[in-house]
């Protein structure tokens, strides 16, 4: 199913409108997307930065499960993860996933759940940094 799917981990910045072009087609009626950006603000601490990382191999592996599975779990034309790896600052994106359908409702779907389980499933990992100091964030919000 890859020809239906685009998989992505970079340093580089990231595209909504790569994505977006990747998953348009005359068919589909509906394209959904979520956009995830660096905030300011967590656990009551003014954040400077996020620090992606993770193990590319596995990180692959798991983001087409995702997106196999949305493609077999509904009716959606195609699919583009990516995801941001390395130092972001505030107001960065460092994921964004797209997803086409014939009608909006199984777009909307997928891309939810394309969101939650990579947020659960794949070995990316944040450090935020703060003025004071960094931590860890465990995959769970």
Same mark, same amino acid.
């Given at each position: 199913? @890859? ?6 981990? @970079? ?9 977006? %072009? ?6 589909? &009626? ?9 905030? %300011? ?12 990382? &993770? ?13 196999? %599975?949305?493609?077999? $779990? ?16 505030? &107001? ?12 909006? $409702? ?14 659960? @499933? ?10 004071? &100091? ?8």
């Amino acid at each position: 199913m @890859t020809e239906r799917t685009s998989i992505k981990i @970079t340093s580089e910045k990231l595209s909504l409108q790569d994505c977006i %072009n990747f998953v348009e087609d005359d068919s589909c &009626g509906g394209i959904a997307t979520f956009v995830g950006t660096v905030r %300011n603000a967590t656990q009551k601490k003014t954040v400077t930065l996020l620090d992606f990382s &993770g193990y590319e191999p596995m990180a692959i592996k798991e983001m087409r499960k995702i997106a196999d %599975n949305a493609l077999s $779990k509904f009716s959606i034309y195609k699919i583009a993860i990516h995801h941001a790896v390395g130092e972001l600052q505030i &107001g960065a994106v460092p994921v964004i996933i797209a997803v086409s359908s014939a009608h909006r $409702k199984a777009s909307f779907e997928a891309c939810e759940y394309a969101i939650d389980t990579l947020k659960e @499933t794949v070995p990316i990992w944040k450090k935020e940094h703060f003025e004071d &100091g960094e931590v860890w964030v465990n995959s769970h919000p």
